[in-house]
């Protein structure tokens, strides 16, 4: 097999960095969205589950596992047997080809993905039997909310990414047949980053460094970056400096507008949760609550920038 043959043969696919990039981003938001609501009242694995599905779908459909069994739900209305948290199960969702005025399901099947015998086959009503749980008021899903800043994330990183390659300086080496030797030991000593290269007397000019003339743009690259990983963080109502810079280099205005934007885009969420999650405590008889993790207390961070711009003028 000749050379060019080899080269034409195709080769084991691997990643291209855009997408290792996606990968890298869109799981650390995803982790953040994780870590952003806890349920009291319900199991590690529920929350997780619940979270994960308004992440990727928008809405998930709550329901009793009494709805499948009757015999099940005499026992648990008898007050002989208490599943606790686990009465309640969550899964996909479909409607059920009835819908009323306000373009809204009034039945919903459940989309038995793990084929168990404790979901039921059979359409139930919803707000009585079934509680739809939705991310946002568009009913979307929340990765779909930060999508288009995300790939523009990772456009400012692919050229962040030239950018570096362009700022790398290459050497020439020129040399006699019997200087091939010497040529390759100061090509190893510049692969070693070596502080010192030895080059024969008389002959400086042996080997050179290459300006490629490439304007250095990485730090405002860099700003672009922070910026936009910033948005994609606000709209997840996540704590954040909100300008690419450090916080205590900003003023009060800046702090409490930023902040506001936060909180607002953290309403969104909270405030849909809260309210589907009345509808299922009411159907089910459930005391479930949902916690915010990234509550935030900015009271300090403010009087911190207050006492920082008043020493700052009597230094003057």
């Not at 043969?9 to 691997?14: E, F, G, I």
């Not at 399901?105 to 139930?124: A, C, M, Q, W």
């Not at 809260?274 to 009411?282: G, L, Q, T």
């Not at 990234?294 to 009087?303: C, Q, S, T």
């Amino acid at each position: 097999m000749t050379k060019v043959q080899k080269i034409l043969l195709p080769r084991k696919s691997t990643p291209s960095v855009k997408a290792k990039f996606l990968f890298f981003y869109t799981e650390k938001f995803f982790n953040k969205w994780m870590s952003k609501y806890k349920f009291d009242g319900l199991t590690y694995q529920q929350q997780y589950y619940l979270m994960k599905k308004l992440w990727c779908e928008g809405s998930v459909a709550c329901s009793s596992v009494k709805s499948a069994d009757k015999e099940l739900a005499g026992l648990i209305d008898a007050g002989k047997l208490d599943m606790g948290e686990n009465e309640l199960i969550f899964t996909p969702w479909a409607p059920d080809k009835r819908f009323n005025i306000y373009d809204f399901p009034t039945h919903v099947r459940l989309i038995n993905t793990r084929g168990v015998k404790f979901i039921t086959e059979d359409s139930l009503k919803l707000d009585e039997e079934v509680v739809i749980i939705y991310a946002q008021k568009n009913h979307k899903s929340v990765y779909s909310s930060i999508e288009a800043k995300l790939l523009e994330l990772i456009d400012i990183e692919m050229k962040m990414r030239s950018s570096r390659k362009a700022q790398s300086q290459g050497w020439l080496f020129t040399f006699d047949p019997e200087d091939r030797e010497q040529a390759k030991i100061m090509q190893e000593a510049l692969d070693l980053d070596e502080p010192y290269i030895f080059v024969p007397l008389g002959q400086p000019d042996k080997c050179k460094g290459i300006n490629n003339g490439a304007p250095y743009i990485l730090d405002k690259l860099e700003q672009d970056r922070q910026k936009v990983e910033n948005d994609i963080l606000t709209i997840l109502g996540v704590n954040n400096v909100g300008v690419g810079e450090k916080k205590e280099h900003l003023i009060v205005d800046e702090v409490n507008a930023n902040n506001q934007d936060i909180e607002e885009s953290d309403n969104i969420f909270q405030n849909q949760l809260e309210d589907d999650f009345k509808r299922v405590n009411s159907c089910f008889g459930k005391k479930i609550k949902v916690i915010d993790m990234n509550e935030m207390y900015m009271g300090e961070d403010l009087d911190y920038n207050e006492d920082e711009e008043e020493d700052e003028e009597d230094a003057r």
